[in-house]
């Protein structure tokens, strides 16, 4: 079947360090793999995602790596914000699917 | 441009009831789904319509209905509300149905069963 797993929160750091959010997936065939952030009070925001295997995402200085051989798809910062606080989900959707398999999320706190 | 708009964003309800709750999505996109959260189980997948026809559903009872009309806008109906029915409710449109192609969230109904 399919599913995600990604670590368990609640994370709290400090402004400025290194964040990583681990996540693996399991899958049939080729899944996307998506990174979706959810503020307080607000929906699911699109944050990075990749559709193959080594394809990199990246936006607002966070990254993630397709990886096939481990499959993971762990979320890295090089220095997060106290805007940055929020839950962070790991998704996947199958290559012609029209529906994702999320993880349980992860909170992020980040305090000044 | 207006993005995807949930009514209402909150919700008490009964034992027993049901609701109906509606989603406008952006304009243009044709597929909308729906996605249940709660605490416990996380995002699970409800269902997801294309052009007025259900397309894919996930793994709930028949309580859970939904429908599109020709607009594209979407109403999903819950009867005899459980307590386990409480959950933040989101919808999601997009172009295409294809969740590659991305999808737009909105912010959610929160509904109470009480």
């Known amino acids: 079947g399919n599913s995600v797993t990604q670590m368990e929160g609640p994370v709290t750091l400090s402004e400025e360090a290194f964040l990583t959010i681990n996540c693996t997936y399991t899958a049939t065939g080729y899944p996307s793999l998506f990174w979706y952030v959810q503020y307080p009070g607000e929906g699911l925001q699109l944050l990075l995602k990749a559709t193959k295997a080594d394809d990199k995402g990246s936006n607002k200085g966070f990254e993630a790596t397709y990886r096939k051989e481990t499959t993971s798809f762990h979320l890295e910062k090089g220095s997060v914000q106290v805007s940055d606080s929020a839950v962070y989900f790991c998704?996947?959707?199958?290559?012609?699917?029209?529906?994702?398999?999320f993880g349980t999320g992860t909170s992020l706190t980040v305090i000044p | 441009k207006a993005g995807v708009t949930q009514t209402p964003r909150y919700l008490i309800k009964t034992r027993g009831q049901q609701v109906t709750l509606s989603c406008s999505p952006i304009s243009g996109h044709r597929s909308v789904s729906w996605y249940q959260q709660t605490p416990g189980q996380g995002l699970q997948f409800l269902f997801e319509?294309?052009?007025?026809?259900?397309?894919n559903k996930g793994n709930f009872p028949g309580r859970f209905s939904g429908r599109q009309f020709s607009n594209s806008r979407s109403e999903m109906n819950v009867s005899t509300l459980e307590l386990g029915d409480s959950a933040l409710y989101l919808c999601a449109s997009s172009l295409r149905t294809d969740a590659n192609y991305g999808y737009t969230f909105g912010s959610g109904t929160r509904l109470t069963v009480v």
């Open positions: 998704a996947l959707s199958r290559n012609t699917g029209n529906q994702f398999y």
């Open positions: 319509y294309f052009s007025e026809t259900q397309r």
